[in-house]
């Protein structure tokens, strides 16, 4: 709901009402990525009502500066970017298998589990 108030507050409360949704997620959301994912849609909400602040104005605006700096942030960036490099390596298997390499093969060239490749290429059409 409070996300929903911060899309139609006034432009004189929004800090205010940001800055409060986002230390609410820091202390109710114990999963890191939707919380920063959850930050990073107020944010964008905030942007949307201040075209003109630059990303670094809006994070001092925001006191998202500090955050940036936390074990919880860097830990929720590092495992976003390791989903990211297993979906763009499994984006290649369709590729793989019709050159005719073996799960085994590819599980070994792409450094995945075989049992992950084999999920993958059963749900290959």
């Not at 990303?55 to 998202?64: I, K, P, Q, S, T």
């Amino acid at each position: 709901m409070g996300i929903v108030q911060l899309v139609v507050e006034s432009k004189k409360k929004t800090r205010e009402v940001a800055r409060h949704l986002i230390s609410k997620a820091r202390q109710e959301l114990t999963d890191a990525v939707i919380q920063q994912q959850v930050i990073e849609l107020i944010q964008t909400i905030v942007l949307y009502q201040f075209p003109n602040l630059s990303r670094e104005e809006l994070e001092a605006m925001l006191g998202l500066s500090e955050l940036r700096q936390t074990k919880v942030y860097q830990e929720a960036r590092e495992e976003g970017s390791q989903e990211g490099k297993l979906e763009a390596k499994l984006e290649m298997l369709p590729l793989l298998l019709q050159t005719g390499l073996s799960v085994e093969e590819i599980a070994q060239r792409l450094g995945l589990d075989v049992e992950i490749i084999r999920e993958a290429a059963q749900q290959q059409p």
